[in-house]
RNA sequence: GGAGAGAUGGCCGAGUGGUCGAAGGCGCUCCCCUGCUAAGGGAGUAUAGGCUCAAAAAGCUUAUCGAGGGUUCGAAUCCCUCUCUCUCCGCCA
């Protein structure tokens, strides 16, 4: 959410950043809003200073023992009006709220311009694209021939978009899991954190996947739709959970509300967790294999810090998701999202995109993002600054890394030529000292 | 699932219709006193808004006592709904 002061100020400053953004700012609307909240605000809280001054002065009175009929003649209809001039202003309120809710972040100053994906810019590359002497296979192919990845089961389980995976193949999913914690806890400084998947919508709306993009995500109702209580509490919050699309939702809302000491600053989470997501807006993408599922894990870091030290965060975060890859020596590039790029709460958005021998391109594995003080005004997340006033934090949350698409770069990366895979050495402790993935072992 | 108790400022805690944003205490800040330390005296100490103002400062003002409704001229206080916490019983991975 943005400042609603900088925008009385600075509107026109802020409508055209977000023009680069690709996000039309209703100026117009805004500025008609502003208008009558302005009257309406003033005219309301006269008619609350009166009530309360008359009230005062009826209290007096009647201790003294005095007759108050005359006042109370006096302000008779005041309450209509006052109500009346109530819910205007409540009206008008929420539609103010409404336009601060659904509008994006602004992007931060060193995000370079841009219209599309292909304006993003490249950083910084590690290791290089391993050369093959035989015919490359995807992590499908390879999966299913260890007959270890079975897609057919997943659908006749839950559809498509979900996926079993069976014996070594699970187990390397599990292990890469614990190997990404144990670096980001042993070596990173994170505090591991076991959270809910289920939360509530004020989380939601914390962290900006609420109100705008609802349809992204699951939705749990206690007991179903035949819960009695849902006929009726439909549009209510508490009912409703949603299934979490990222552990950035309960990580991230842990501060909510709350006014964190200068001193513990700044704090540094991370969790492992399933990821839902509903998909709605990608039929026919990436519609083979793992990279794109309803149901997937990772392993996500957030930081919560002191404003001016978030862009340092940002990337020691980067580095932190990256050194995963480079104990995996997966190759991988940084790039830079553009403008246009960029998810609605970032103010600053690194990608690292790890190669993909079949698919001969580097894909998405981490994404990790300085929201600034986007989240942390919506959730009220504060700390107590330097002269001891409450001050808006500064969020940021970053893959560390996207566990099912981590298990696809490794299955491409280290696939041979007889159709096994070799499992990394940093894994292989974790694996019972197994160095290979092969049809015998899977079974 | 059954029975009961509770939720007040940074913390503890008083407050059951009227100048209550809230006594008192602790903590914290500043000042005074004091060889040092300890003790003592005084002042201050919530948050988010709005308006005035070029701005700062300041002033005026509104809202907030778990959340949301209601009653009332007036609600921390009365009524309703919800959430959460605690105690006892039952059940349970």
Redesign the pocket.
């Known amino acids: 959410m943005l400042?609603?002061?900088q925008l009385?100020t600075d509107l026109e400053n802020i409508a055209s950043r977000l023009t680069k953004r690709g996000y039309t700012f209703p100026v117009m609307q805004f500025n008609s809003l502003e208008a009558q909240r302005?009257s309406i605000?003033?005219h309301?809280?006269?008619l609350?200073?009166k009530?309360?001054?008359?009230?005062?002065q009826?209290?007096?009175a009647?201790?003294k023992g005095e007759d108050?009929t005359a006042i109370?003649t006096e302000?008779?209809h005041?309450?209509d009006e006052l109500k009346q001039a109530e819910n205007q202003l409540e009206h008008l309120q929420t539609e103010l709220q409404q336009i601060l809710l659904t509008t994006p972040n602004l992007a931060h100053d060193s995000v370079p311009e841009g219209n599309s994906e292909a304006d993003n810019l490249e950083i910084r590359r590690w290791g290089s694209p391993r050369l093959f002497d035989f015919a490359i296979k995807d992590h499908v192919a390879i999966g299913e021939q260890l007959r270890l990845l079975d897609f057919e089961t997943a659908a006749k389980l839950s559809g498509a978009r979900f996926n079993v995976m069976k014996g070594g193949l699970a187990r390397l999913h599990r292990a890469l899991a614990q190997f990404m914690l144990d670096t980001h806890i042993q070596e990173h400084g994170y505090t591991e954190v076991y959270v809910p998947y289920l939360v509530n919508a004020d989380c939601l709306r914390g962290t900006g996947q609420l109100p705008k993009f609802e349809e992204d995500l699951f939705i749990a109702h206690p007991g179903g739709n035949s819960h009695p209580d849902s006929a009726i509490l439909t549009d209510q919050d508490?009912?409703k959970l949603h299934l979490i699309p990222t552990a950035e939702v309960p990580l991230t809302n842990m501060v909510r509300n709350e006014?964190i000491p200068r001193e513990q600053l700044p704090l540094k989470f991370v969790a492992h967790t399933p990821c839902f997501r509903s998909e709605a807006g990608s039929y026919g993408k990436d519609t083979r294999g793992l990279i794109r599922q309803h149901q997937f894990d990772k392993v996500e870091l957030v930081h919560i810090a002191h404003p001016q030290e978030s862009y340092e965060a940002l990337e020691q975060l980067v580095s932190h998701a990256e050194k995963i890859l480079q104990k995996l020596e997966l190759p991988y590039r940084v790039m830079a999202l553009c403008t246009s790029d960029m998810g609605f709460s970032a103010a600053k958005t690194y990608d690292i995109e790890v190669w993909l021998p079949a698919q001969n391109a580097y894909r998405e594995i981490s994404s990790c993002s300085n929201c600034e003080a986007f989240q942390a005004r919506r959730m009220?997340a504060?700390f107590r600054n330097e002269k001891?006033?409450?001050?808006l934090l500064h969020t940021l949350n970053g893959s560390g890394l996207a566990v099912g698409r981590t298990l696809v770069a490794i299955l491409e990366n280290y696939q041979q030529a007889d159709g096994s895979v070799t499992i990394p050495s940093v894994l292989q402790s974790y694996m019972g000292g197994l160095d290979r993935l092969t049809i015998e072992g899977g079974k």
């Not at 009530?51 to 005062?56: F, G």
């Open positions: 400042d609603i002061q009385r302005k605000q003033t309301t809280q006269e609350q200073a009530r309360n001054a008359t009230s005062r009826i209290g007096i009647k201790q108050v109370m302000i008779a005041l309450g508490s009912c006014i009220q504060r001891g006033k409450p001050e």
